[in-house]
């Protein structure tokens, strides 16, 4: 049965993530097929109240699939975070007739979601879009693959350089407060340790003297570390210049940054993208959706509680992350 719905809200919020282009394009061309009238909102919520606002329809979405970015620009909002904020935000979309909103994000764009709902009479549906993939209520978000392919890119050229030069290497990859990046670009570019928050506090000293081992059973050759933003406070450089004066070996660092949140798309991030925005307005058409997000659980688009996606339940592969520690104190010790 549909769900009388004309006109919907879409905007991307929060840290950009390849991908939310892609996530866009599905959201126009499903609903244009329906005859459903889509307005963007430019850059996050903030289109909302500054009324920035760019009707979206088949034309502006061509060949925006391959592209890195977001069209409707991102931003986070302070306005929301005011007292009346949401209920300004409501009264908006309220006045402008729109049906249902779509906010293409991460949990803290989400918490925006559920504070405007107070106050707002349509419906309300994430896509979780982030590269840190911290969304609980979906196995991957959109962007998460592609900033492991970027990092990973970084960490075999780092790997080349670190090993003509016989050096240390301290990586710092995003993430915010989790570690799913840091462990993926670990693994996969074949790191000698990885720092997150999963496995707790640096231990410096661990650290001097795992690498000294390392020198005296190898010899010298290059050493990668793969460390998460936030993980040493006092910043990767300042652990390398540390790192070199405790070891006698050159330890450089080199911080990932922004460039993780940039260029195309990969394969399965398109996919992933054009999945959860043509779920998201199917569902709401159905009525279903009003508060949830539309995730990816075990390869099906599912439906989760937009109040539970910052839960953090969800944590990076078990089995992967005792496996690297299990393979890095036995590889060591040999
Ligand atoms: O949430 C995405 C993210 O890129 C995090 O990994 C990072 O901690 C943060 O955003 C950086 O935010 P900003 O772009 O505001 O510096």
Same mark, same amino acid.
């Given at each position: %049965?549909?769900?009388?719905?004309?006109?919907?809200?879409?905007?991307?919020?929060?840290?950009?993530?390849?991908?939310?282009?892609?996530?866009?394009?599905?959201?126009?061309?499903?609903?244009?097929?329906?005859?459903?009238? =889509?307005?963007?909102?430019?850059?996050?919520?903030?289109?909302?109240?500054?009324?920035?606002?760019?009707?979206?329809?088949?034309?502006?979405?061509?060949?925006?699939?391959?592209?890195?970015?977001?069209?409707?620009?991102?931003?986070?909002?302070?306005?929301?975070?005011?007292?009346?904020?949401?209920?300004?935000?409501?009264?908006?979309?309220?006045?402008?007739?729109?049906?249902?909103?779509?906010?293409?994000?991460?949990?803290?764009?989400?918490?925006?979601?559920?504070?405007?709902?107070?106050?707002?009479?349509?419906?309300?549906?994430?896509?979780?879009?982030?590269?840190?993939?911290?969304?609980?209520?979906?196995?991957?978000?959109?962007?998460?693959?592609?900033?492991?392919?970027?990092?990973?890119?970084?960490?075999?050229?780092?790997?080349?350089?670190?090993?003509?030069?016989?050096?240390?290497?301290? =990586?710092?990859? %995003?993430?915010?407060?989790?570690?799913?990046?840091?462990?993926?670009?670990?693994?996969?570019?074949?790191?000698?340790?990885?720092?997150?928050?999963?496995?707790?506090? =640096?231990? =410096?000293?661990?650290?001097?003297?795992?690498?000294?081992? %390392?020198?005296?059973?190898?010899?010298?050759?290059?050493?990668?570390?793969?460390?998460?933003?936030?993980?040493?406070?006092?910043?990767?450089?300042?652990?390398?210049?540390?790192?070199?004066?405790?070891?006698?070996?050159?330890?450089?660092?080199?911080?990932?940054?922004?460039?993780?949140?940039?260029?195309?798309?990969?394969?399965?991030?398109?996919?992933?993208?054009?999945?959860?925005?043509?779920?998201?307005?199917?569902?709401?058409?159905?009525?279903?959706?009003?508060?949830?997000?539309?995730?990816?659980?075990?390869? *099906?688009?599912? *439906?989760?509680?937009?109040? *539970?996606?910052?839960?953090?339940?969800?944590?990076?592969?078990?089995?992967?992350?005792?496996?690297?520690?299990?393979?890095?104190?036995?590889?060591?010790?040999?």
């Amino acid at each position: %049965m549909s769900h009388a719905i004309r006109k919907i809200g879409l905007l991307t919020s929060g840290g950009d993530a390849p991908g939310m282009n892609a996530a866009i394009r599905a959201v126009v061309l499903t609903a244009a097929a329906q005859g459903i009238e =889509v307005l963007g909102f430019k850059h996050g919520f903030n289109g909302i109240f500054n009324s920035e606002i760019q009707p979206l329809s088949r034309p502006e979405v061509l060949h925006i699939i391959q592209h890195g970015g977001t069209v409707l620009k991102s931003a986070r909002c302070k306005q929301l975070q005011e007292v009346g904020g949401p209920e300004k935000a409501a009264t908006i979309l309220n006045h402008l007739g729109i049906d249902a909103l779509i906010v293409i994000g991460g949990d803290g764009s989400f918490r925006g979601c559920q504070a405007i709902a107070k106050f707002y009479q349509g419906q309300i549906v994430g896509i979780p879009g982030t590269i840190d993939n911290d969304v609980d209520g979906t196995d991957f978000t959109i962007g998460f693959a592609t900033a492991v392919d970027t990092a990973l890119d970084a960490l075999d050229k780092i790997r080349d350089t670190a090993d003509a030069f016989e050096r240390i290497f301290l =990586v710092e990859v %995003m993430g915010r407060h989790t570690g799913y990046l840091a462990l993926a670009a670990g693994i996969a570019s074949g790191a000698e340790q990885i720092i997150c928050p999963e496995y707790g506090p =640096v231990d =410096v000293i661990d650290l001097q003297n795992d690498i000294r081992q %390392m020198q005296q059973q190898y010899g010298n050759g290059s050493y990668i570390v793969v460390i998460a933003e936030t993980m040493y406070p006092a910043g990767a450089t300042a652990l390398a210049a540390e790192l070199t004066a405790a070891t006698g070996t050159e330890c450089r660092a080199c911080v990932l940054g922004h460039m993780q949140r940039g260029g195309s798309p990969v394969g399965s991030d398109r996919i992933l993208a054009t999945k959860l925005g043509a779920f998201a307005v199917e569902q709401l058409l159905l009525g279903n959706a009003h508060l949830m997000m539309a995730g990816e659980l075990s390869g *099906l688009a599912r *439906l989760f509680p937009l109040s *539970l996606t910052g839960d953090k339940k969800k944590q990076p592969d078990g089995y992967l992350l005792d496996w690297q520690q299990r393979l890095l104190q036995d590889s060591h010790q040999i």
